[in-house]
T-cell receptor, first 111, second 115 residues
Framework: SQQGEEDPQALSIQEGENATMNCSYKTSINNLQWYRQNSGRGLVHLILIRSNEREKHSGRLRVTLDTSKKSSSLLITASRAADTASYFC???????????FGQGTELSVKP | GAVVSQHPSRVICKSGTSVKIECRSL??????MFWYRQFPKKSLMLMATSNEGSKATYEQGVEKDKFLINHASLTLSTLTVTSAHPEDSSFYICSARSFTGDTQYFGPGTRLTVL
């Protein structure tokens, strides 16, 4: 399967806490991308990490990639109620070039 | 970041009619566009990949005669749902990627309701 598998499926935390979401995939990738989707909206691209990178930061987001374990994690620090959304990882393979999405992690941040 | 628009954002139609959804890349040339379908509380299901000027490649199980895709220019792709039925009601999302880019930029989605 080409899709990423996110874990956990749902996560509920208090505002100010950190949220960690994990992603696993099956075969070698070119890069891995994380997206956010607010209810009833399109996807917003958050961050892209290439296969030769181990960690990347963007504001309150931190993404790690372990190609030996075929896994990635997304950490949102100091979460806010506005971070409430579904988060998807999408492994990008050289062949085909299409993004296949898993079920995502539904994050709920309570004020 | 790059912007992708979709039109309309919502459409309600009668069973048996056809509906066209437009996807536009506003500030870049999209050599490849993708169409996804999403059911409530579910993930996005890739329907087809279209490259500008060529026929779309459909995913397994997607009826190409039902979901007509046209990618006639580098900034516009259309999805036409032909002879729509209530089971076609869904959230349709397009995305676009430039020739040199790895990132896919998504449109805001179109909510289709077939009565």
């Amino acid at each position: 399967s080409q899709q990423g598998e996110e874990d956990p499926q749902a996560l509920s935390i208090q505002e100010g806490e950190n949220a960690t979401m994990n992603c696993s995939y099956k075969t070698s990738i070119n890069n891995l991308q994380w997206y956010r989707q607010n209810s009833g909206r399109g996807l917003v691209h958050l961050i892209l990490i290439r296969s030769n990178e181990r960690e990347k930061h963007s504001g309150r987001l931190r993404v790690t990639l372990d190609t030996s374990k075929k896994s990635s994690s997304l950490l949102i620090t100091a979460s806010r109620a506005a971070d409430t959304a579904s988060y998807f990882c999408a492994p990008f393979y050289n062949q085909g070039g299409k993004l296949i999405f898993g079920q995502g992690t539904e994050l709920s941040v309570k004020p | 970041g790059a912007v992708v628009s979709q039109h309309p954002s919502r459409v309600i139609c009668k069973s048996g009619t056809s509906v066209k959804i437009e996807c536009r890349s506003l500030d870049f040339q999209a050599t490849t566009m993708f169409w996804y379908r999403q059911f409530p509380k579910k993930s996005l299901m890739l329907m087809a990949t279209s490259n500008e000027g060529s026929k779309a490649t459909y995913e397994q199980g997607v009826e190409k005669d039902k979901f007509l895709i046209n990618h006639a220019s580098l900034t516009l792709s259309t999805l036409t749902v032909t002879s729509a039925h209530p089971e076609d009601s869904s959230f349709y999302i397009c995305s676009a990627r430039s020739f040199t880019g790895d990132t896919q930029y998504f449109g805001p989605g179109t909510r289709l309701t077939v009565l």
